[in-house]
């Protein structure tokens, strides 16, 4: 039985965005008649290479950056990847400073950077999610080859300092990278007027297509190639260009610059009013990250005495999609390394619950959550061994209990996810 759009509630756009109809048709002509290659020296190449730098304003137009500053990329993992790699390559320097909330495509690259002898900083963040420049202040020094905060984290929305934390990094001579993947099109970025070297976004997470992604190199900046081969890209990234994706993902710049303050406004009201109902209707909910600080659409929630696997699965049942924190870890029974480092005790984390919202989503999206999910808590918390402890008994171990409880919780819910 397959799933289509026309079921379900889309909450999880942190994960992925659909592709916006004005992107497919934008790509459309380059997936059927205009699929010449943009280096080719004949007419039928060579102008598919101008519908690629026209792309390339749109892009850098969003970001208040100049063409030649963006480099074409195929996924945000690939332009943090490229933009650590190049920083170690080009400094020969062995230190990183990054946080301690980043996304896998950081986080994974640097622990494996760390076994071949680098040294890697993770700075703490506070229990509300956000960033003290404080931190990065001690940690970033001659040593370091790059320095690399994300704009806004993926599981919680939170803001970080980016902008100051540039500035220092400039004073220090340091390169200063923001993965930018959840913040671009979401919140008004200017590379112009920050001091920002490196900055990755891409394409699926605002409604252009998956695989096309761009990274942002401020002009003189050195760079060192991952993706070695032609001269595409100016010889920064080898390959031959994504086309059809390239022109999408430029439209869908140009889409999410017009939208921007209409929508904002609009999807931040749909995301509050999701989070004070649930907040009313729900007892024991707790909102991870500094709520007057976030992106407008992201909304995460820890709901005591249930695991948020099971409450996926239900919500899955009534058709709406949202996410226990990243995409990239569900199915591992490990808390979110975002909310450890929050400082929530692994209990707590294990019944966390991210909603997040796109310029698609309606007030009915948040009514249809608004029917389903206090009933889904309920049961799932009279069913809940911990929840009767909890209340029968002061001195109840709810720690312990939980973890046990979890652990069975979330057995049965992925047994259940098998058989269906
Ligand atoms: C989604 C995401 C990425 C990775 O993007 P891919 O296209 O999956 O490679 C990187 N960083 C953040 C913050 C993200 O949300």
Redesign the pocket.
Known sequence: MKVTPQDIVYLDN???TPVAPEVFEAMRPFLTDFWGNPSSAYRFGSQIHAKVEEAREKVASLLGADPKEIFFT???????NAAIHSAIETTGKKKIVTTAV?????INQCEQLQKKGYEVVFLPVREDGTLDVAEAAKAVDEQTAICSV?????ETGVLFPVEEIADLCKRRGVLFHT????AVGKIPLCLKENKVDML?L????LHAP??V?ALYLRRRTRFAPTVIGGHQEKGKRGGTENVASIVGFGRACELAAQRMTEENLRVRALRDRLENEILARIPDVYVNGRRDLRLPNTMNAAFDFVEAEAVLLLLDKANICASSG???TTGSLDPSHVLKAMGLSAARARGAIRFSFSIYNSDRDVDRVLEVLPGIIRRLREISPLHHGHRDNENYDVESARAKFAQEQAEKAESEITAA
């Open positions: 942190n994960a992925t195929s996924c945000g993992t690939e332009s943090d980043e996304h896998a495509a950081i994300m704009w806004a984290n993926n993965d930018a993947v959840q990755s891409v394409g699926h997470k998956k695989g992604g990243s995409a990239c």
